[in-house]
Nanobody, 125 residues
Framework: QVQLVESGGGLVQAGGSLSLSCAAS????????MGWFRQGPGKEREFVSA????????VYADSVKGRFTVSRDNAKNTVYLQMNSLKPEDTAVYYC??????????????????WGQGTQVTVSS
């Protein structure tokens, strides 16, 4: 079992940056692929990014590619999401999640067994 706690959200102006962290409990963090999802007001939860357990392979939604960077530190049981050039449409609650599913399902929220409580990111225009 993995428990996840996100931090780092807040209010930022368009064009600004924020860095999110997700701290995981347990000794098997390095076994999990980690994902970031977000849910904006009145919207469904959507995939943002994922990183394989070895930290080498990453994937991004087209809407954030080139602006967001996912990384992880398995020694610290933490995954990060660096968000640059933020836009008002990035406003959402951001969630980290953990899975052992195959990489082909990595963009599906249903593939993730463990979720954090979420952290609010608000981008003002």
């Amino acid at each position: 079992q993995v428990q996840l706690v996100e931090s780092g959200g807040g209010l930022v102006q368009a064009g600004g940056s924020l860095s999110l962290s997700c701290a995981a409990s347990g000794r098997t963090f390095s076994s999990y692929t980690m994902g970031w999802f977000r849910q904006g007001p009145g919207k469904e939860r959507e995939f943002v990014s994922a990183i394989r357990n070895n930290g080498v392979i990453t994937v991004y939604a087209d809407s954030v590619k080139g602006r967001f960077t996912v990384s992880r530190d398995n020694a610290k049981n933490t995954v990060y999401l660096q968000m640059n050039s933020l836009k008002p449409e990035d406003t959402a609650v951001y969630y980290c999640a953990a899975t052992t599913t195959g990489w082909i399902r990595i963009r599906s929220a249903n593939a993730y067994a463990y979720w954090g409580q979420g952290t609010q990111v608000t981008v003002s225009s």
